[in-house]
C-alpha cells in the first residue's frame, strides 16, 4: 500500500507558497486518499540548522509556531503521524549509510545547493548544505515511504532521492526501497515572490513584503499587496512575457479564488491589488484565528510526545532490518 510522507522546515509562520504548494494539497490529501493510505509529516528541524546554529530560543519558538500552524490549516494528527525529525535518530544513521551511496560531485552541481553555497566565502561553506538532500532521502527512505508530496522547488531533491533507492537496492542486492514518487500540483507548484515574479516566495527573501504568511493581519496583507510588484503600463492585459508583475498577481488571484485572468482585462492596477488583499484576507483569516487558539493550548506537546514515540517504534524497526541488509547485524 502507497505511503505519503513529506517534511516542512520550521520556519516559524508558513508563507502562502508554502501553503499553497504544500500544505492545502496535504490536507486535500487527507480527506481524499483511502483510509488505509498512511500519511507522515515531519517537522525537519535537523534540516533546518544546515545553513549554520540558530538562535536557541528563536529556534525553539519557530519549531513550535510551525506545528501550530500546520494544525491551524486542517493538518490532522489522527489521520497523519506528525512529527518533529530530531525525535527520531534513526533517520541521522540512515544518513549516514546512504552518505556513501552518493557523490560529492553530484551533490555539487545541485542548483539549490550551489544557489545558497553562494552565499558564504568560499572556504565557508557548512558540509550540513551538501548533505542536505541525503538527509532528506533518509526522512522518506526510514518509512520506505513511495509518494512524497513537495512543490516543484523539491524536484533536485527528488532526483537525488531516486539515484539513492536505486543505488542502495543495487548495491545491497534487494528491492527494500520502493522508488518514490513525487506530487506536485501543476498551478500551485511555484508560487513567485510578490516584489519579483521571477523568484519563488521564500521565507529567506530579505524583504518581509514578498512574501505573506499565515499569522498576517488584515492590513499587513494590505500592504504586502499594494507593495506587490506591478508596471506602469495602464490598464491590465494578461501578457506573463511583457507585464510578468501583474501576471503574477493576477495568477496568484487565480489560484485563490474564481477570478480568472480574462475577468481583469482593464482594471487598474489597485483595484487588481485590492481584490487580490481581499480574497488573501479571506483565505488567511481563519487559519490565523485557529493559530492564535492552539498557541494558547499545549496540544502541541502532547501531539509532539505520542506521536513521536509512535514514529520512532517504526523508525528502529525499519532501521534493524537496513541493519541487517548492510551487514552491520
Ligand atoms: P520547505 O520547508 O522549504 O518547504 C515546505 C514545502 O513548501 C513548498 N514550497 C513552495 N511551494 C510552492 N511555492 C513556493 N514558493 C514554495 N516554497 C516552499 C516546498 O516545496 C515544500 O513542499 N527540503 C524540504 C523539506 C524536507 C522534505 C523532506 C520534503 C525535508 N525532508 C522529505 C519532503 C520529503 C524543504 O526545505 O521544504
Known sequence: ???????????GTPHIGNYLGFIRPWVQLQQ??????????????????????????QF??????????????????????????????????????LSSLQTIAKLNRLPQFKEKASKYSNNAVPLGLLIYPVL??????IFRATHVPVGEDQSQ?????????????????????????????????RIKSLR???????????????????????DEILEKCMKGLTDNLGPITYDPVNRPGVANLTDLLGAISSVKPSDVEGWKTTQLKEKLAE?????????RERLNEIEQGDEVDR?????GELAREEAVRNMTEIKKIVGFI
Open 1 to 11: 500500500p502507497p505511503i505519503y510522507f513529506s517534511g516542512i522546515q520550521p520556519t
Open 303 to 307: 501531539i509532539l510526545k505520542e506521536n
Open 157 to 189: 531533491h527528488m532526483n537525488i532521492l531516486s539515484d539513492l533507492a536505486l543505488s542502495f537496492n543495487i548495491n545491497y542486492g534487494q528491492e527494500y526501497f520502493p522508488q518514490p514518487k513525487q506530487v506536485t500540483t501543476e498551478i500551485y507548484g
Open 60 to 97: 525553539r519558538c519557530d519549531i513550535r509556531r510551525m506545528i501550530s500552524s500546520l494544525l491551524a490549516c486542517g493538518v490532522d494528527p489522527k489521520r497523519c503521524l506528525l512529527f518533529r525529525q530530531s525525535d527520531l535518530p534513526e533517520i541521522a544513521q540512515l544518513t549516514w549509510v
Open 32 to 57: 481524499t486518499l483511502p483510509k488505509d493510505t498512511r500519511m507522515i509529516l515531519s517537522v525537519v528541524d535537523q534540516h533546518a540548522i544546515s545553513t549554520g546554529p540558530k538562535n536557541r530560543e
Open 279 to 287: 480574497e488573501f484576507e479571506r483565505m488567511v483569516r481563519p487559519i
Open 196 to 218: 519579483d515574479p521571477t523568484k519563488k516566495m521564500s521565507k529567506s527573501d530579505p524583504t518581509a513584503k514578498s512574501r505573506i504568511e499565515l499569522s498576517d493581519t488584515k
Open 136 to 141: 532528506q532521502a533518509a526522512d522518506v527512505f
